[in-house]
């Protein structure tokens, strides 16, 4: 998968920061569905995890087909995490034991269940 997040990287629209993040979603049908980030000059840039939850969605996938996502920085040989954005909107389509598999470029792997990111959630039985 590492090669993989490697070579997507090379997808990324990272002109102002040149942080490539690409991110993929194993859903639990087996298909993998690819996220890059993409910047834009106002801010408003997408993260590789929305973008793959985004493409998920847009091919027909629904909450609860989501069985981990892996998720690689090419720029810097670190593991990085999700933003407190995209941990969001996977609750909204992971479960809580979901794993979100965290990859430096070098191989080194942390491995998180989303509860452990997200440990006070908001979700939408939040709102009844």
């Known amino acids: 998968m590492k090669n993989k997040l490697i070579e997507l990287c090379n997808n990324c629209y990272s002109p102002y920061f040149n942080f490539n993040v690409a991110a ?3 859903m639990k049908d087996g298909k993998e569905i690819n996220g890059v980030n993409v910047e ?4 408003t840039s997408i993260c590789a995890e929305r973008t793959a939850i985004g493409n998920a ?4 996938y629904k909450k609860g087909d989501f069985k981990e996502i892996h998720i690689l920085s090419n720029s810097i040989d670190k593991i990085i995490t999700p933003c407190f ?3 969001q909107v996977l ?13 430096s470029k070098s191989g080194e792997e942390k491995i998180f269940e989303l509860k452990e990111l ?5 979700t939408s039985e939040d709102l009844n």
Do not use: S, W, Y
């Open 118 to 122: 997200c440990p006070h959630t908001f």
């Open 24 to 26: 993929i979603i194993t």
């Open 91 to 103: 609750l909204e389509f992971m479960e809580l034991d979901a794993k979100v598999i965290c990859m």
């Open 57 to 60: 969605v847009t091919q027909g």
């Open 85 to 87: 954005a995209c941990r």
């Open 40 to 43: 834009n000059a106002n801010g």
